[in-house]
């Protein structure tokens, strides 16, 4: 087993910042670590705390927090979320695109540092009381039947992943698979890129034995959540697509010129109205936030994807 020195990674990102006053260390693998005269254990600070936390109150509006892109188009972009909107709309995605019922187990595998990790794997699951696994680890360690390990031990009924993920795993072979029941699934999906067809069959009728549907989820760190998505055994299911949108939300095509595309049609993705989880702007930089999302076609989203509709 390898681990990932990640303390010290934190220590010289710390190192160039000296604002921060403390650094809060959760201990894994117990094992060495520096120790600057900034650490503290994170045991010996909850040791005599309530396991009760009162509740605190926030307008809606209230900053939740700041998410940096990857930035494809510059340097990176302070992704800022608020309160009552993000958190609305991170659980009825979640409650609705899983088709989540009360004592159900649900699983996303993403890192809990981007924002599909930030909106299903926490916000989302836990609002609607959600029990939410968390994985720490790699799909093909010890080997590639590790997912579907996971699945058959934690009896996981919703399970949400990568294309990526997908590929790799049904390139290692069906025999790993085939290791496996995951009879507890109900509900399948795919978040972060497009899946490509033969992924998506490879999918459906081996993980999911031929009785799952798949949601196929297309959004961004700056919607909060699923924008465009089919919701399990209401949308009729297509290979590769993204298929319809979520409550409320109202994509649109159009061409260079700004000009709505009806019908059969291929172009620029714009949104034509708001909703809940949009971020309200850009850290410290609002000028940019108009800019790069709302200057392209003024008044729409511009979401800086291409799409085809069929």
Not at 12 to 28: G, L, R
Not at 30 to 39: L, M, P, R, T
């Given at each position: 087993?390898?681990?990932?020195?990640?303390?010290?990674?934190?220590?010289?990102?710390?190192?160039?910042?000296?604002?921060?006053?403390?650094?809060?260390?959760?201990?894994?693998?117990?094992?060495?670590?520096?120790?600057?005269?900034?650490?503290?254990?994170?045991?010996?600070?909850?040791?005599?705390?309530?396991?009760?936390?009162?509740?605190?109150?926030?307008?809606?509006?209230?900053?939740?927090?700041?998410?940096?892109?990857?930035?494809?188009?510059?340097?990176?972009?302070?992704?800022?979320?608020?309160?009552?909107?993000?958190?609305?709309?991170?659980?009825?995605?979640?409650?609705?695109?899983?088709?989540?019922?009360?004592?159900?187990?649900?699983?996303?595998?993403?890192?809990?540092?981007?924002?599909?990790?930030?909106?299903?794997?926490?916000?989302?699951?836990?609002?609607?009381?959600?029990?939410?696994?968390?994985?720490?680890?790699?799909?093909?360690?010890?080997?590639?039947?590790?997912?579907?390990?996971?699945?058959?031990?934690?009896?996981?009924?919703?399970?949400?992943?990568?294309?990526?993920?997908?590929?790799?795993?049904?390139?290692?072979?069906?025999?790993?698979?085939?290791?496996?029941?995951?009879?507890?699934?109900?509900?399948?999906?795919?978040?972060?890129?497009?899946?490509?067809?033969?992924?998506?069959?490879?999918?459906?009728?081996?993980?999911?034995?031929?009785?799952?549907?798949?949601?196929?989820?297309?959004?961004?760190?700056?919607?909060?959540?699923?924008?465009?998505?089919?919701?399990?055994?209401?949308?009729?299911?297509?290979?590769?697509?993204?298929?319809?949108?979520?409550?409320?939300?109202?994509?649109?095509?159009?061409?260079?010129?700004?000009?709505?595309?009806?019908?059969?049609?291929?172009?620029?993705?714009?949104?034509?109205?708001?909703?809940?989880?949009?971020?309200?702007?850009?850290y410290n930089n609002h000028e940019r936030f108009m800019e790069a999302y709302f200057s392209t076609f003024p008044g729409k989203y511009f979401a800086g994807d291409g799409v085809k509709r069929?």
């Amino acid at each position: 087993c390898r681990s990932t020195p990640l303390k010290t990674n934190v220590d010289i990102a710390v190192a160039a910042c000296d604002c921060v006053e403390s650094v809060i260390v959760v201990q894994n693998t117990k094992g060495d670590v520096a120790w600057g005269n900034k650490d503290v254990w994170y045991h010996d600070l909850v040791e005599d705390m309530s396991k009760e936390c009162p509740c605190e109150s926030f307008d809606a509006e209230t900053p939740l927090f700041i998410l940096y892109t990857s930035g494809s188009t510059g340097k990176p972009k302070g992704v800022l979320h608020t309160t009552g909107g993000y958190l609305l709309y991170a659980a009825m995605t979640h409650k609705y695109v899983f088709d989540y019922q009360d004592g159900d187990i649900y699983w996303c595998s993403a890192d809990i540092g981007w924002v599909t990790g930030h909106s299903y794997i926490v916000y989302g699951p836990l609002a609607n009381g959600a029990t939410t696994l968390m994985f720490e680890g790699i799909p093909t360690y010890p080997d590639a039947s590790r997912f579907w390990q996971v699945i058959d031990k934690h009896q996981v009924n919703s399970f949400y992943t990568a294309p990526t993920a997908i590929r790799a795993l049904m390139g290692a072979g069906d025999g790993f698979v085939a290791k496996t029941h995951r009879s507890s699934l109900r509900v399948l999906g795919t978040v972060g890129e497009p899946i490509n067809p033969e992924a998506w069959e490879w999918y459906y009728h081996k993980i999911g034995n031929g009785k799952c549907p798949i949601v196929d989820t297309w959004w961004q760190t700056e919607t909060g959540g699923h924008m465009i998505t089919p919701l399990p055994y209401a949308t009729a299911l297509k290979p590769g697509s993204a298929s319809q949108p979520f409550f409320g939300i109202e994509p649109q095509i159009v061409n260079e010129k700004g000009e709505v595309l009806e019908g059969e049609a291929e172009g620029i993705l714009v949104l034509a109205r708001s909703w809940p989880g949009q971020m309200r702007t850009l850290y410290n930089n609002h000028e940019r936030f108009m800019e790069a999302y709302f200057s392209t076609f003024p008044g729409k989203y511009f979401a800086g994807d291409g799409v085809k509709r069929d």
